[in-house]
């Protein structure tokens, strides 16, 4: 690689804030393994269905190497005339990786590269698309925020140039795949991919499964109701979550349920005068949640939600306003 990108993470705990700065360095390739494999990149290719397949990442957050490990989770859609991928990944070799990957199930070429949102662990491997000439999708201001918000992670931001907004779909040959716009996890940007001959849904980050999400960026509230409809819409369909492993409609209410707790977690300070440092204090990870991954994301979601709920700042001005001040490494989820 040749550019060097740093995540710092700055997280509050308990009791005290615990600021703690993660160099995260994409090496170059020299110093990258000799082949870059699924293996690590801490990846599993998982078949869904027909010709769609789902790489999902297993790391924690922050991971030990950066530089060679997915953290988000990828997709591939193979149609008789041509191939979707979905969120190339964080950097260029992780996007070669995926691309290399369809290489390996089908002769058919790449024909669409879609971001689900524009969150720099998603996005970050657009570079690699680009040279490649795969035309770039993405929903509603993600070029914006890419070239001003993923410029701290990602010197080298190649937005899509093309955007979807509303509903569209994308045929590959005699394959439809269905293209929809929800909110609720990151400023106006979120889409989800729905493949209906095979009954499969990508949900990109308005789903994480088994991992604490992400909401600094997002509307608690109406992420909440954003879960509600896909769980009603997508009742069947199997799920490739932005963060986790392989899903269902239970998943969906299963992080419907966690918004809800922060919800009301919120509410109660509100209605006790709690302050937000005392809050945060004297909260910890309710226990049904104390296998998910991503755990040091929790302070940061009590801190948004005293934001949005508790003090009632959950304009979309607020809420970018609120998100700005958040440490780097958090903002690329």
């Not at 508790?310 to 903002?331: H, K, M």
């Amino acid at each position: 690689m040749k550019h060097f990108r740093r995540w710092v993470i700055g997280l509050t705990t308990a009791l005290a804030t615990l600021v703690c700065i993660l160099g995260f360095q994409l090496q170059t390739p020299a110093q990258t393994p000799t082949k870059l494999t699924l293996e690590t990149a801490g990846l599993t290719l998982e078949r869904l269905a027909d010709g769609v397949y789902g790489l999902i990442s297993s790391t924690d957050f922050p991971p030990a190497n950066p530089a060679i490990t997915a953290i988000c989770n990828g997709s591939i859609v193979i149609g008789s005339e041509g191939v979707l991928v979905v969120d190339p990944f964080h950097n260029e070799d992780l996007a070669n990786l995926l691309f290399e990957t369809v290489a390996d199930l089908t002769d058919q070429p790449i024909r669409y590269v879609v971001n689900t949102h524009y969150h720099f662990d998603h996005s970050g491997g657009n570079a690699a698309a680009a040279a490649l000439d795969y035309p770039l999708l993405g929903r509603g201001p993600i070029r914006e925020f890419m070239l001003t918000r993923n410029l701290e992670q990602d010197p080298n931001a190649t937005p899509p140039e093309v955007i979807v907004n509303g509903t569209g779909e994308i045929w590959l040959g005699d394959r439809q795949i269905k293209i929809s716009e929800f909110d609720g996890h990151s400023g106006g940007t979120d889409l989800i991919l729905y493949v209906p001959d095979a009954d499969v849904m990508i949900a990109g980050d308005l789903l994480f499964t088994e991992r604490i999400p992400y909401v600094g960026d997002g509307n608690i509230r109406v992420w909440k109701e954003t879960l509600a409809q896909l769980a009603a819409d997508y009742a069947t369909a199997k799920i490739v979550p932005g963060h986790g492993p392989l899903s269902d409609r239970n998943s969906l209410l299963a992080q419907q349920s966690y918004l809800q707790d922060l919800e009301n977690l919120a509410l109660g300070w509100k209605a006790n005068g709690i302050t937000k440092e005392d809050a945060i204090a004297q909260t910890t990870i309710p226990k049904k949640y104390a296998g998910y991954r991503f755990q040091g994301l929790f302070p940061s979601n009590l801190e948004a939600a005293y934001q949005q709920i508790t003090l009632g700042n959950d304009s979309a001005a607020a809420i970018q306003e609120y998100f700005l001040t958040e440490a780097p490494a958090l903002r690329a989820l």
